[in-house]
């Protein structure tokens, strides 16, 4: 099997044909840095535009293809891929697990993903990005001249489903998959996020599903949901958009959260503060992320009845959010603080997550809403909470897994040189932007008038940004010159949960033997109340392993396909992607394939090396 | 020095109240509304102020105390969690936040009375145009249409109201979903396609306001000001007498260049631009043109920014409904006796 692997050729289709959930873990984080860098790249274009007043940098229009492009990358191709990424490598080892529950679905999910957000980007060289901004409100998104928003509904109605597909996944693997005694409330919190962000997915998506194909109608096949002299309703597609899209920040933070518990605990060397609350606490934000969608439309003409019940539900979220602050600072509280990076951004993130949520409940206050809706307090709030949260909780994570994702430790001078000019970068861009709000700045505005004032700090604002776009290039050559580091990386940071119980690299079967769970923080139980190993819960055997498979590309291609041919009204292409996409489905489900076995020879051999 | 830091809370406030240019700021109030929706962002901002103080200190202690020091090995304590604790930091967030919802409770409904006057006690009948004013603010791409219904009015992006009235805003679409803020007086409300929304406010001092919308509608969105000019209520009877029913001269001229221009206004422009309520509306009304702040609601008005204007509003406003006038359908002197013309389009001073 390993001189099969020296190949280059092999190398490469082992990569396309994978189901290992770890190889797709590694695939989405590769995908999504792609993704952030060019979601950065159009910040930077934008900041550019910005700069000084009445400045022609990009035109206007290309401006707001860019605003749109900037959003929606960030949003669905750099955020909740990165995201997955993590979840993909690291759920399925803190279970004690040897795979996800579907691993052929998983790398169906990976595949739908990168398509739909290829095809999203395609637009840019097929004259015109979308250009009515990420949240597309009709009827200025079903009345968009040229192609650029039918790229975005099948783009992102692709990549969606995906991310549907990996929710389901997430959530059968979590109930079925965990090792013989990790009850739920032994999950590590990473785990627990994972799970109920995969439920928020199961439910949240289904509405943007519907939004996006009433949209389609609309536009490709002259359907009227939205057009008012037909009778249509453009109020409906906000409801549809919100009712995914709030959720669908709860996706995106929840997971940080997560990890930011986890990074925490470890590098104060204590266990979580507050376990039960903090399992609490994700539940009922996940179930009140639910219930506060209308926020967003204050200004809609809801009525006050309407936007007063919103406005207080929007308000209890504060409380599960406020105690889980609070746990986490107990549980710094009596520990012994180690300031690696991967903590570094893990505790910056404290204050300025609470600097985002406090916007966010003076946002939810109604009236006064009605000042902030729009304006670049808002481009502020959701910044703070997006990057001062799941941004920092992506690159805690990266330096905290990436030893055992691929096997070496990030450089960590590098890596705070790095952390202090992403941070002050990321402060002084933003928080000038709540007073350039107040101060009547509306948001998405592709320029502003000279003599309103607003000059200085759009000037600092885009300052920050360049710090910013340095930092990321100072992680990019961390990432590449760290590769020497390949000593201590089993369990660099005294881990408490399984993951860091295997070896790194993560054999393809994760564990020789399934572990027995004893205790919340299974591998710091053992290490400090036992012999330092996990307990096996079975005896050594040949272990049953999934084969991989091309279909999945297939099936992906096909619905791109597809969605050429219903972009461009060429239905011949859209039954030609779909053959090719029903076809790989139907090999599929004839084709007997038992997977392979790796026979305990091999197995003890890869305990050997370690 | 000591007593200085004691101001620190103080300027924080003042940083906030009075930041930003004049009449265009949130944070500049100058009537009852605005004042109304600082006060409620002031309250949440020391409530908020207050939380951060608390997590700040708890998370500084805790860095600074706790910190790893050199040669420290020592495995601390594993807490479980502690239920007082626990309660506490439940607790007092909800009271905090009751603390907020209900003042912002009373005022959402505050807001949302836009219902005329009623009656005084005498059964008499309030007027509108004197003792409130009804208008209708519908939202083009990229400019602002304002009706007077009662006063049989129609004015394009300048919204003249007078001084110590009710002011109430019906807001209206043509095309895509706009929204209407005027941040120094209300906050915004979104003109939205098929529904008709409102808000009320008032202006106790006289004054020329920015508008802006808020809601991106295309390419120009970022143009698409408008202002509001409050003066007392004789000025603005004259202007409303004069906008309902414009003098003579307005549409017969006096003076051969003038005479000119109106024909040319006549050939090109009437279609979309009215006088009074002789003429289209695809475009602003120009029955007081010359009385207007800016051209097409952001450059200066100067005859030579009109002058850009009719030749190529395309380049200045990408995206708007109005074809340029090139030297091939109006010649330099054409151009100047029309806009000879429309510079005397005038109601006040
Ligand atoms: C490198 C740091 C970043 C900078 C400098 C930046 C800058 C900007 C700017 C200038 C806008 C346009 C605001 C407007 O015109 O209204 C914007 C919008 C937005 N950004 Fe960012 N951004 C950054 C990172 C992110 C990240 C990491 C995310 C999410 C994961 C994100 C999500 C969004 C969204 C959703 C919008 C709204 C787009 C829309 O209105 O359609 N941004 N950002
Ligand atoms: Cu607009």
């Known amino acids: 099997m390993s001189n099969a692997k020296a190949q280059p050729k092999s190398v490469l289709w082992d990569w396309l044909t994978t189901v290992d959930h770890k190889k797709i873990g590694i695939m989405y984080m590769v995908a999504g840095l792609f993704f952030f860098a060019l979601g950065g790249l159009e910040a930077i274009l934008m900041r550019i535009q910005l700069m000084f007043p009445e400045f022609s940098f990009l035109g206007y229009q290309t401006y707001n293809e860019v605003l749109t492009m900037h959003g929606t990358t960030m949003i669905f191709l750099a955020a909740m891929p990165l995201l997955f990424g993590f979840m993909n490598f690291i759920v399925p080892l803190q279970i004690g697990a040897r795979d996800v529950a579907f691993p052929f679905l998983n790398s169906l999910g990976f595949w739908l993903f990168l398509f739909g957000g290829l095809l999203l980007n395609v637009s840019w060289f097929t004259g015109g990005a979308p250009d009515a901004a990420w949240t597309a409100y009709v009827p200025l998104s079903s009345d968009s001249p040229g192609h650029g928003v039918d790229y975005y509904v099948l783009g992102l109605q692709v990549s969606g489903a995906g991310t549907l597909i990996g929710g389901i996944n997430f959530l059968v693997t979590i109930i079925n998959m965990r090792a013989p005694g990790m009850s739920m409330m032994r999950m590590p919190l990473f785990t627990w996020s994972t799970f109920v962000t995969s439920m928020l997915i199961l439910f949240a998506f289904p509405a943007l599903t519907i939004g996006l194909l009433l949209l389609m109608l609309d536009r490709i096949f002259g359907g009227a949901f939205f057009d008012v002299a037909a009778g249509g309703n453009v109020v409906i597609w906000q409801h549809l958009f919100w009712i995914f899209g709030h959720p669908e920040v709860y996706i995106l933070i929840l997971p940080a959260f997560g990890m930011f518990s986890e990074i925490i605990a470890t590098f104060a060397k204590k266990r979580l503060f507050g376990y039960s609350a903090m399992v609490f606490a994700t539940l009922i934000i996940g179930f009140l992320g639910f219930m506060v969608w209308a926020h967003h439309m204050f200004t809609v003409g809801m009525g006050p009845v309407a936007n007063a019940i919103f406005a207080v539900a929007t308000m209890a979220i504060a409380v599960p959010t406020g105690i889980k602050i609070f746990n986490w600072l107990l549980t710094l509280w009596g520990g012994r603080i180690k300031f690696t990076v991967a903590n570094l951004f893990a505790l910056a993130f404290i204050p300025s997550f609470t600097m985002g949520g406090v916007t966010g409940v003076m946002l939810a206050t109604s009236a006064a809403n009605y000042q902030f809706h729009d304006t670049y307090f808002v481009v502020a709030h959701f910044h703070y909470v997006i990057i001062g949260g799941v941004v920092f909780g992506i690159f805690a994570g990266m330096f905290y897994w990436w030893p055992k994702m691929f096997g070496y430790r990030l450089d960590e001078t590098l890596g705070k040189i790095f952390f202090w000019l992403f941070l002050i970068g990321f402060h002084l861009t933003f928080f000038v932007q709540h007073f350039l709000g107040l101060m009547g700045m509306p948001r998405r505005v592709a320029s502003f008038l000279d003599g309103q004032g607003l000059n200085e700090m759009n000037l600092i604002s885009t300052i920050g940004a360049f710090m910013m776009g340095v930092a990321f290039i100072i992680l990019v050559i961390t990432l590449i010159v760290s590769r020497k580091n390949t000593d201590n990386v089993d369990d660099p940071w005294d881990g408490r949960t399984l993951e860091w119980a295997t070896p790194s690299p993560v054999p393809e079967y994760n564990f020789a033997q399934t572990p027995l769970v004893r205790e919340l923080d299974a591998l710091w139980h053992e290490k400090y109340e036992g012999d330092g190993k996990m307990k096996a819960a079975e005896p050594l055997d040949d272990i049953h392993m999934p084969n991989g498979s091309i279909l999945p590309i297939f099936i992906s291609l096909g619905l791109t396909v597809a969605s050429f041919g219903l972009i461009y009204s060429t239905h011949v292409i859209t039954v030609i992607g779909l053959l090719i996409t029903f076809g790989a489905m139907f090999v599929r489900s004839i084709k007997e394939d038992h997977g392979y076995h790796i026979p305990v020879s091999e197995i003890k051999r890869g305990k050997g090396e370690r | ?349």
């Open chain 2, 1 to 349: 020095m000591k007593h200085l830091w004691r101001l620190l809370p103080f300027s924080f406030i003042l940083l906030l109240a009075g930041c930003g240019v004049e009449n265009l700021s949130a944070l500049d109030p100058q009537g009852p509304v605005a004042d109304m929706q600082l006060s409620l962002i002031q309250l949440s901002l020391y409530i908020m102020i207050l939380v951060i103080v608390v997590v700040f200190a708890v998370y500084l202690f805790v860095l600074i105390k706790f910190r790893e020091r050199p040669g420290d090995t020592h495995i601390p304590k594993q807490v479980h969690g502690n239920r007082t604790l626990e309660f506490i930091w439940t607790t007092i967030p909800i009271l905090l936040l009751l603390m907020l919802a209900v003042p912002n409770v009373m005022d959402t409904f505050t807001l949302a009375e836009t219902s005329i006057p009623e009656a005084d006690e005498d059964g008499v009948e309030p007027v509108p145009g004197e003792d409130y004013v009804t208008i209708r603010a519908t939202a083009h791409q990229f400019w602002w249409e304002f009706e007077y219904p009662e006063l049989e009015i129609n004015a394009g992006q300048e919204m003249y109201i007078p001084t110590d009235t009710r002011i109430i805003v019906e807001l209206e679409a043509s095309d895509v979903i706009h929204s209407f803020w005027i941040p120094a007086l209300v906050g915004k409300q979104d003109n939205v396609p098929g529904i008709t929304n409102d808000l009320w406010f008032e202006a106790p001092e006289e004054g020329v306001f920015f508008g802006k919308c808020t809601e991106i509608c295309g390419p120009s969105h970022w143009l698409m000001d408008f202002k509001v000019i409050a003066v007392d209520q004789s000025t603005f009877t004259t202007w409303a007498d004069t906008m309902a029913a414009p003098p003579a001269e307005f549409t017969e001229p006096q003076g051969e260049v003038a005479v000119e221009g109106r024909q040319i206004f006549e050939a090109n422009c009437i279609a979309c631009h009215a006088i009074g309520d002789e003429g289209g509306a695809v475009g602003p009304n120009f029955t007081n043109y010359a009385d207007r702040e800016v051209v097409a609601g952001f450059l200066e008005h100067t005859d030579e920014n009109l002058r850009e204007w009719i030749r190529d509003p395309q380049s200045l406003k990408p995206g708007n409904e109005m074809p340029a006038f090139d030297e091939s359908t109006l010649s330099e002197e054409e151009l100047d006796s029309l806009i000879e013309y429309i510079d005397t389009l005038q109601i006040l001073e």
